[in-house]
């Protein structure tokens, strides 16, 4: 069993930046492919990122060039840097693990 918690989120201007944490216990994650996911209000999750086992890369077409996923193998760690924030990115940001595991989610606000 993997347990995720999410940090990190919060209000932020238009243009700013947040970067998310999602740590990892219960077992090493160095082998899973890491995501992060997001839901606004009224719509369904989707997926914003995601890094496999060697750092491979993926993103949706929205954060292309804004955001960046990477993990950190030795704080069983996975981050999402996220810049020039617009209010569409608001939403709740949620990491999973491995396609199975789900943390709790952490509130991203992007407003003036």
């Known amino acids: 069993q993997v347990q995720l918690v999410e940090s990190g989120g919060g209000l932020v201007q238009p243009g700013g930046s947040l970067r998310l944490s999602c740590a990892a216990s219960?077992?090493?994650?160095?082998?899973?492919?890491m995501g992060w996911y997001r839901q606004a209000p009224g719509k369904q999750r989707e997926l914003v990122a995601h890094?496999?086992?060697?750092?491979?890369?993926t993103y949706v077409d929205s954060v292309k060039g804004r955001f960046t996923i990477s993990r950190d193998n030795a704080k069983n760690t996975v981050y999402l840097q996220m810049n020039s924030l617009n209010p569409d990115d608001t939403a709740v940001y949620y990491c999973?693990?491995?396609?199975?595991?789900w943390g709790q989610g952490t509130q991203v606000t992007v407003s003036a």
């Open positions: 219960g077992k090493t994650i160095n082998s899973y492919t």
């Open positions: 999973r693990a491995d396609a199975r595991y």
């Open positions: 890094i496999g086992p060697y750092g491979t890369t």
